[in-house]
């Protein structure tokens, strides 16, 4: 079993994952639509047995700005200086099973090979150390703190710099 790119057809068990998943969360099936058609090759889905049990949401955007939660974009920024991982997400089945590494290493190889210097998100959730694995690193950006509450407490914005970045 392995990620597989998003399609469509995916969006409604996307939404019934993320209503199942992301319970203090909540995202307008809008969002996932649009997010897949605006950046397709950054949206993923992980398959078991024909359901969806994880998907990932990425997409270039500017660094220190990520988007409020349930919003739309419009369109993916020109001038783009990161590229945004918006959501990792597995049912509690699925964890513990390396999918959610595999899923960031692949987006680590897409935004290098889209010409990226860094990753960034906002780590929910308790999932700081989860994303510190993953070679992220806590960045502290004057005036996001704000921002920063309304995705939860403890929320913080991580980067992982690409440009020295082997692995």
Same mark, same amino acid.
């Given at each position: 079993?392995?990620?597989?790119?998003? /399609?469509?057809?995916?969006?409604? +068990?996307?939404?019934?994952?993320?209503?199942?998943?992301?319970? =203090?969360?909540?995202?307008d099936? +809008?969002? &996932?639509?649009?997010?897949?058609?605006?950046? #397709?090759?950054?949206?993923?889905?992980?398959?078991? =047995?024909?359901? @969806?049990?994880?998907?990932?949401? *990425?997409?270039?955007?500017? !660094?220190?700005?990520?988007p409020?939660?349930?919003?739309?974009?419009?369109?993916?920024?020109?001038?783009? *200086? /990161?590229?945004?991982?918006?959501?990792?997400?597995?049912?509690?089945?699925?964890?513990?099973?390396?999918?959610?590494?595999?899923?960031?290493?692949?987006?680590?190889?897409?935004?290098? =090979?889209?010409? &990226?210097?860094?990753?960034?998100?906002?780590?929910?959730?308790?999932?700081?150390? !989860?994303?510190?694995? @993953?070679? !992220?690193? /806590?960045?502290?950006? #004057?005036?996001?703190?704000?921002?920063?509450? /309304?995705?939860?407490?403890?929320?913080?914005?991580m980067?992982?710099?690409?440009?020295? =970045?082997?692995?």
């Amino acid at each position: 079993m392995s990620w597989r790119p998003m /399609t469509a057809q995916d969006l409604a +068990q996307v939404q019934i994952l993320a209503d199942e998943i992301h319970l =203090d969360h909540p995202e307008d099936a +809008q969002v &996932f639509a649009e997010r897949l058609r605006l950046y #397709p090759q950054g949206c993923l889905a992980l398959e078991e =047995d024909g359901r @969806l049990i994880g998907y990932a949401l *990425t997409h270039p955007w500017h !660094f220190g700005a990520p988007p409020a939660l349930n919003s739309l974009l419009r369109e993916i920024p020109g001038e783009a *200086t /990161t590229y945004y991982v918006h959501d990792v997400a597995l049912l509690p089945e699925a964890r513990g099973k390396g999918h959610a590494a595999q899923a960031g290493e692949r987006l680590v190889r897409h935004a290098r =090979d889209s010409g &990226f210097g860094n990753l960034s998100l906002v780590a929910v959730n308790n999932s700081q150390a !989860f994303w510190e694995r @993953l070679g !992220f690193h /806590t960045v502290n950006v #004057p005036g996001l703190e704000a921002k920063l509450l /309304t995705y939860g407490p403890g929320a913080v914005l991580m980067a992982r710099e690409l440009a020295q =970045d082997l692995s």
